[in-house]
């Protein structure tokens, strides 16, 4: 599906907007860490803009139609300004890593401005060790995370010397910007390509009422434990507090192959893995704030693609979230690691994500009022304590301009009353995670790091002592 000019937002991307607010940014991003000197600012922008093509949305605004009757369009831009959106600075001598995450909090604690296309790149020079950084940073209704990755192939290469991007060779002409007219029209081509395809799905289901009836049924049973989930709320916690609009940032580095060996070990999953390390940090942050933490379960909402393998090159967010628990109360590292495990396991055998799914679809007949509504409700409070999302990344190395890509790191974001985001990437055998708090609530979120650091260690110890015991 081309991004195009009119084109209608979907129900899911429409809730990142309704949900933003003064102190919850709905953007998300990274950071990344480049080796040698940073190439000049035209060479930069050159390099940007020769591949903007690949991805027309990045030149698209939002566009609203009278009286706000439905979602939001995207439109062409017709004063976009590349020069706008990707900005240039340096860090003060030293350069250092600390330097770096400071900067990307404050970055990350400025919203996007609507009236243009909702992206920011940054290029920071004086990186120490001859290296530079860039900071993505982009509104969540544009772009989700699996998505994310697919878009990075504006800026990087899988090789030093890649060869010639292939384009038109015309400058791009943006469309006029529409009337009312144009806009309301667009918003009823949407909801009929919406209603076509629940056509489509009703002739299906006449077609083949067996499967309709199954798939009603799976359908229902999840609705149902979505329902359940909510009548059951997330402990009250030091993470889930008014929140402000400032941020702190905070990187934590490990490699792949640490969590594939507790993996291998032990059994799971390496995203088992992560989410145990992550309540072993949180059991330590409660412990540290001297808060209790018998039977205390905390509850994650872990964002799960649906894309599907044809739709990887298509704009608009195509994820579902589910409410993993992290059994805070449970102290042996790897009595907490079979639980999650097992928890996981049940809830991908479960129906949440299919009934997730058919409420997100639901929603694109929704009006912008009740679906307003509904966003907020999937980040309520009540539901969940904080966001862990596990970003799957290339396991070979990117490169820009000819220079190596050596670390990745992801941003994540903070809904209303949510001091506390964790965002995890896999890139070319690394494992990194970024933490993303609320500035005044988390004065003491290097401590989480350096905690999440030490629980992968402490497992990954007990896998080489399991590896090194007989049978």
Excluded at 47 to 66: D, E, F, N
Excluded at 176 to 186: K, M, S
């Amino acid at each position: 599906m081309p991004q195009r000019h009119l084109d209608r937002l979907t129900a899911v991307d429409a809730s990142f907007l309704h949900q933003e607010g003064p102190v919850s940014h709905m953007h998300i991003g990274g950071v990344t860490i480049v080796e040698g000197p940073p190439p000049s600012m035209e060479e930069f922008l050159g390099q940007i803009r020769m591949r903007l093509h690949l991805v027309p949305r990045y030149r698209h605004k939002l566009a609203y139609t009278a009286l706000d009757s439905g979602r939001p369009v995207w439109i062409d831009d017709p004063s976009f300004n590349l020069e706008y959106h990707v900005r240039h600075t340096a860090l003060p001598s030293p350069g250092t890593w600390e330097q770096l995450q400071e900067l990307t909090a404050r970055i990350f604690s400025q919203q996007l401005d609507r009236s243009k296309p909702l992206w920011e790149m940054w290029l920071i020079e004086g990186l120490e060790d001859d290296r530079f950084a860039l900071i993505t940073k982009t509104h969540h209704s544009l772009i989700d995370g699996i998505a994310g990755i697919d878009l990075a192939t504006v800026l990087f290469d899988l090789s030093p010397d890649p060869p010639p991007i292939s384009h038109s060779g015309r400058a791009w002409q943006p469309h006029p910007e529409p009337g009312a007219a144009h806009l309301v029209a667009a918003g009823l081509i949407g909801a009929f390509r919406a209603g076509v395809e629940l056509a489509e799905g009703a002739i299906d289901a006449l077609t083949h009422p067996e499967h309709a009836l199954a798939r009603a049924r799976e359908t229902a049973e999840g609705v149902g434990e979505i329902v359940w989930a909510g009548l059951n709320p997330a402990p009250e916690t030091p993470l889930n507090v008014p929140i402000g609009p400032y941020r702190r940032f905070v990187g934590v580095t490990s490699e792949l192959e640490d969590f594939k060996a507790v993996k291998d070990a032990f059994g799971g999953t390496v995203n088992d893995v992560v989410l145990a390390t992550v309540t072993g940090a949180l059991r330590s942050f409660l412990l540290a704030r001297k808060r209790h933490t018998e039977g205390v379960e905390l509850r994650a909402l872990v964002p799960v693609s649906v894309r599907a393998e044809d739709q990887h090159h298509t704009a608009g967010n195509r994820i579902v979230v589910m409410r993993g628990p992290l059994p805070v109360y449970i102290a042996d590292p790897l009595q907490r690691l079979r639980f999650v495990s097992k928890a996981m396991d049940g809830l991908k055998e479960s129906k949440q994500a299919l009934g997730a799914e058919m409420i997100a679809g639901a929603q694109n007949f929704a009006p912008p009022t009740i679906l307003a509504q509904a966003s907020r409700l999937n980040f309520s409070t009540r539901l969940f304590n904080l966001i862990v999302t596990n970003i799957p990344g290339p396991q070979f190395p990117l490169y820009v301009l000819g220079r190596e890509m050596q670390q990745a790191m992801p941003v994540a974001f903070l809904p209303e009353n949510h001091a506390l985001a964790i965002a995890i990437m896999s890139y070319n055998g690394q494992m990194n995670f970024g933490l993303l708090g609320d500035f005044d609530a988390l004065p003491d979120i290097d401590s989480i790091g350096e905690d999440i650091a030490r629980e992968l260690a402490t497992l990954v110890s007990l896998a080489r002592e399991s590896a090194a015991t007989p049978a």
